[in-house]
């Protein structure tokens, strides 16, 4: 993903809003409003993290740094900030996740695990 304009980023960021209120269709509509800010803020830095990778892809995680005689090998700027990004892209989506309701565990399978406890013998 080359630089991309801001009515392109608005696009692709409006797109993966929708795609992530697919995912959280299952939260109640309270949770929902409380949580759009957060989907906003997540779809921004999806988007926001696929330019900063392209970035890194094409110019490395490092360049060659020179100012006059001075020569040194310094970190990429995208890869700064990808990284600080990517820790707080991991925690909203925890916050999201968890809003999601709990499934509940079938214990109508029979493992076997009660008969074996109270078949075993004392010894």
């Not at 995680?61 to 990808?82: C, D, H, R, V």
Request: aromatic letters at 8%; glycine letters at 4%; hydrophobic letters at 35%.
């Amino acid at each position: 993903m080359a630089k991309l304009s801001k009515t392109k980023q608005d696009e692709l960021i409006y797109t993966e809003i929708n795609k992530m209120l697919e995912q959280f269709k299952e939260i109640s509509d309270d949770k929902r409003k409380l949580a759009m800010r957060l989907i906003e803020r997540a779809a921004f830095m999806t988007i926001t993290l696929q330019i900063l990778e392209d970035n890194i892809k094409s110019k490395g995680p490092t360049y060659l740094f020179e100012q006059g005689a001075q020569k040194m090998i310094i970190e990429n700027p995208s890869q700064k900030s990808y990284n600080t990004m990517i820790n707080r892209y991991t925690t909203i989506y925890d916050k999201l996740i968890s809003l999601l309701p709990k499934e509940e565990t079938n214990k109508t399978e029979d493992d076997g695990f009660d008969d074996f406890v109270n078949g075993r013998e004392d010894v």
